[in-house]
Antibody
Framework: EVQLVQSGAEVKKPGESLKISCKGS????????IGWVRQMPGKGLEWMGI????????RYSPSFQGQVTISADKSISTAYLQWSSLKASDTAMYYC?????????????WGQGTLVTVSS | AIRITQSPSSLSASTGDRVTITCRAS??????LAWYQQKPGKAPKLLIY???TLQSGVPSRFSGSGSGTDFTLTISCLQSEDFATYYC?????????FGQGTKVEIK
């Protein structure tokens, strides 16, 4: 069974750093891209970026380029999303999800989400 | 970036109703459109991709159509478990974008 399990909720202060994780199982982790999607409170879905764990090829949305870093450790089947200096506006639910295949940039299996709250 | 306009933003319907949600792209995207369902407090779930291909395990009351700029998600006979928010997503460009969402509520 394909599963993506994300790390737990985080409460941070502005300016702090954070790295959240997404562990894949039940499939060949290195053969499928992993995407990250943001959902701010009460709002819609925003594409942040995507990584291919096989070679760490990473593509960012221009809106998130330079604001976050996406990485992966294929030895432990885990992808990461990190911030070096959080802002209150980073408060959101963050989802990782698996790209369905090379032909379509569509996300078929999703993690349960990680809620990040940034507040002083 | 390709803009996706989804309508309506919300609708009220009863179980058994036929429901239609539309997405319009700011430029032609061929059939590179997907639909997701999201229930409160849950992750989105893929329903349809390539405009009309039903994801495995999704009930056949869901269907998608369209190509170019205009797309439709239809729920043929609304069930209680279908009350949720629905999003379309284009993946024609290197930067996928989502519609604003349509909340389907109980009338």
């Amino acid at each position: 069974e394909v599963q993506l399990v994300q790390s737990g909720a985080e409460v941070k202060k502005p300016g702090e750093s954070l790295k959240i994780s997404c562990k894949g199982s039940g499939y060949s982790f290195t053969s499928y891209w992993i995407g990250w999607v943001r959902q701010m409170p009460g709002k819609g879905l925003e594409w942040m970026g995507i990584i291919y764990p096989g070679d760490s090829d990473t593509r960012y949305s221009p809106s998130f380029q330079g604001q976050v870093t996406i990485s992966a450790d294929k030895s432990i089947s885990t992808a990461y999303l990190q911030w070096s200096s959080l802002k209150a506006s980073d408060t959101a639910m963050y989802y990782c999800a698996r790209r369905i295949g090379e032909q379509w940039l569509v996300l078929d299996y999703w993690g349960q989400g990680t809620l990040v709250t940034v507040s002083s | 970036a390709i803009r996706i306009t989804q309508s309506p933003s919300s609708l009220s319907a009863s179980t058994g109703d036929r429901v239609t949600i539309t997405c319009r792209a700011s430029q032609g995207i061929s059939s590179y459109l997907a639909w997701y369902q999201q229930k409160p407090g849950k992750a989105p779930k893929l329903l349809i991709y390539a405009a009309s291909t039903l994801q495995s395990g999704v009930p056949s009351r869901f269907s998608g159509s369209g190509s170019g700029t205009d797309f439709t998600l239809t729920i043929s006979c609304l069930q209680s478990e279908d009350f949720a928010t629905y999003y379309c997503q284009q993946y024609y460009s290197y930067l996928p974008t989502f519609g604003q969402g349509t909340k389907v509520e109980i009338k």
